[in-house]
């Protein structure tokens, strides 16, 4: 089993709808990211959380919430999706202090 | 401002051949540096990292980074070039932000090779 889980891996869904994209790992690590990847963009951070108690805003963290449900797990919601949301988007974790980051496989997500 | 800035977009060698991708960046200070890369359909994977110490590092698959502090720059290289290194490669820099450190990426180089 992978390190970092994302699930789903792909998405496709219809403007205004709520989607849900959910991260797990094993890895131990008590920070986790998520990041989202466009073409030509390359990675911008939507959110970070260093602990289950501790939720931070990234660079573009307009139109997304997170919920740290346990130190393993982080999920993204869009609460009404629109269609420039539609990217590649990365779960990542780390341990504190490490500064290197685990990636999960990516989930793409198209808003239509 | 703090940037990190991988001038080639998209480069293409021969398998066999040496590689070379290029990281620059700007920070007032000596920043935690690595390069990452993304093979189609997958995750980014850690290829190597600089905090301190030897200049020139070792990372995994046979890529090496070397450090120079008077051009700002952690070049990416491999002296032989394999089919399966095409991929997307990121160059990212660890900058201080308070009491922590804030990753800042590069734009991606796309590798293909030529058989």
């Known amino acids: 089993d992978a390190d970092v889980t994302q699930t789903p891996r792909n998405r496709i869904t219809k403007t205004g709808k709520r989607i849900m994209l959910e991260c797990s790992q094993t890895?131990?690590?008590?920070?986790m990211y998520w990041y989202r990847q466009d073409p030509g963009l390359g990675l911008r951070l939507i959110y970070y959380?260093?602990?289950?108690?501790?939720?931070n805003k990234g660079e573009i963290s307009d139109g997304y919430s997170v919920s740290r449900q346990a130190q393993a797990k982080f999920s993204l919601s869009l609460e009404s999706a629109i269609p420039n949301q539609t990217a590649l988007y990365f779960c990542?974790?780390?341990?504190?202090?490490?500064?290197?980051?685990?990636f999960g496989a990516g989930s793409r997500l198209t808003v239509l | 401002a703090q940037s990190v800035t991988q001038p080639d977009i998209h480069i293409t060698v021969s398998e066999g051949a040496s590689l070379e991708l290029r990281c620059n960046y700007s920070?007032?200070?000596?920043?935690?540096l690595f390069w990452y890369v993304q093979s189609p359909g997958q995750g980014l994977q850690l290829l190597l990292k600089?905090?301190?110490?030897d200049t020139l590092v070792q990372g995994i698959k046979g890529f090496e980074a070397e450090f120079k502090r008077s051009q700002s720059s952690f070049n990416l290289r491999k002296p032989s070039v394999h089919w399966s290194d095409a991929a997307e490669y990121f160059c990212?820099?660890?900058?201080?932000?308070?009491?922590?450190?804030?990753?800042?990426w590069g734009l991606g180089t796309s590798l293909a090779v030529n058989p």
């Open positions: 990542a974790t780390s341990f504190s202090g490490a500064n290197v980051l685990t």
């Open positions: 890895k131990g690590h008590d920070r």
């Open positions: 959380s260093f602990d289950v108690k501790d939720i």
């Open positions: 920070y007032g200070a000596t920043p935690y």
């Open positions: 600089y905090f301190s110490g």
């Open positions: 990212a820099v660890g900058v201080n932000a308070g009491n922590n450190r804030k990753l800042i």
